[in-house]
């Protein structure tokens, strides 16, 4: 397990393979059925083909349809449940239901009628309507087999972009090729954390269309791929972007759809603290996406930042782990300050289940890379700091998110790999 009082990174016993338990799309009650002669098969069939068009699912796999029934009437009277007796969309809800009903055989008669969800229900509806956003994934030019972290906090000035950016060079100083994606829209902040000068390209790519070529830092042995709204022609950094939630989203999904990111290992989000739009949009455009919480030790940010995890889970991205920002450092005479206490991210880890990654002390030297634009786990590696960064860093490769690397995927690799296997077991056999 972390000490947070030395800084030291560790995982905890649940992240042997950095997994959490599959999330399963979430149940759906059976209506009641009342009534012999009522064919459910395809009574259900005939209305998923009736979408709500606010959730953007049917109605059946939303678990709307709550009863079916032959009345004395021997109409077939539907009970479908709406989030709110008052929703707007029952008219057109009711028109497409009936149409839909009443094609089958043996049904000259539909009525419908309109119940409202319990608080449970409605929840349950939501996580419905998030699973199926999920499903419906941007089609980008990101590699399906690039690691995707998106790197969260519940609050700002906890030093998420500043671990991002250290976090991004430590793996491309590894030979890794990292993608940086700046989604903090309106808080841009990784050209400068990052040293990066230059501007995003545009490029014809046939059809009229435009995509743009990220700004390229080569790092050691490897490369960061870098786009942000600060590296765009025309932005300034000391203007204010005065844009809607929506507007926001919309730019990230661009980011996204728009750019040409090439080949890929990892690709890091820098996201905007809290849980707004771009949020919620990240779980639909890139479902495939861990995320990871940064926090400081003080309780106010801790219970922030459980928020983030919850609305991680209830668009069904994995939590894969907690980072401790600012943590208790250590002075040269064994001094311990906690300026903004201990333990907190310790106890959001244990509360969200999840491992804590590391506890980074409270450093100038990371202020003064930012400042720089030279990272300080690059730039001044011997630093607390850097030492925590790097034991990150190694657990992301290791434990959290292993490069996926196509030749272990292959049948040619694990051919390769079982004749491996096999010669080493001759010689063991011939020693003998």
Avoid at 241 to 255: S, T
Wanted: contains cysteine; glycine residues 12%.
């Amino acid at each position: 397990m972390s000490d947070s009082t030395t800084g030291t990174a560790a995982l905890g016993t649940d992240a042997t393979t950095g997994d959490e338990p599959a999330v399963p799309r979430p149940a759906v009650s059976a209506p009641d059925v009342v009534g012999d002669d009522v064919d459910e098969t395809a009574i259900m069939n005939a209305l998923r083909g009736v979408i709500d068009p606010e959730l953007g699912d049917n109605v059946v796999d939303l678990g709307m349809v709550k009863r079916l029934e032959r009345g004395a009437d021997r109409a077939m009277h539907v009970t479908i449940a709406l989030t709110t007796a008052g929703c707007p969309l029952r008219a057109q809800l009711m028109r497409d239901a009936k149409a839909r009903v009443g094609s089958l055989p043996g049904i000259d008669v539909v009525k419908i009628h309109f119940g409202e969800m319990t608080a449970d229900e409605r929840k349950s509806v939501m996580s419905q309507a998030r699973w199926k956003a999920r499903d419906n994934a941007l089609d980008t030019d990101i590699p399906a087999t690039a690691r995707i972290l998106a790197i969260s906090s519940g609050k700002g000035g906890v030093g998420k972009s500043s671990v991002t950016a250290n976090l991004a060079v430590l793996l491309a100083d590894q030979g890794y090729t990292v993608g940086v994606l700046d989604a903090d829209v309106g808080g841009f902040s990784m050209p400068q954390l990052l040293g990066i000068d230059g501007e995003i390209q545009g490029e014809r790519a046939g059809e009229g269309k435009t995509v743009m070529k990220p700004v390229v830092r080569p790092i050691g042995d490897g490369v960061l791929h870098v786009v942000s709204m600060g590296s765009i022609s025309g932005a300034n950094e000391t203007e204010a972007i005065m844009w809607r939630g929506m507007m926001l989203n919309r730019a990230v999904q661009h980011f996204l759809e728009d750019v040409q990111w090439g080949e890929l290992d990892y690709l890091l989000i820098d996201m905007p603290p809290g849980t707004s739009d771009i949020q919620m949009g990240l779980a639909r455009m890139l479902p495939r996406t861990d995320v990871v919480i940064v926090t400081t030790p003080a309780k106010a940010a801790q219970q922030v930042a459980a928020r983030a995890a919850d609305m991680a889970r209830k668009g069904f991205l994995r939590v894969a782990g907690v980072i401790e920002n600012m943590g208790p450092s250590t002075g040269p005479d064994g001094t311990v300050t906690a300026m903004f206490g201990s333990g907190g991210g310790q106890a959001l880890a244990d509360d969200i289940g999840v491992p804590l990654l590391g506890s980074i002390p409270l450093d100038s030297a990371i202020a003064a890379g930012g400042d720089s634009g030279l990272p300080a786990a690059l730039d001044q590696p011997d630093s607390a700091s850097s030492a925590v960064l790097r034991s990150i860093a190694d657990l992301i490769v290791t434990d959290v998110a292993p490069p996926v690397k196509i030749a272990d995927c292959s049948l040619r690799g694990a051919l390769t790999r079982a004749g491996a296997d096999l010669d080493a077991a001759r010689e063991r056999a011939h020693a003998r």
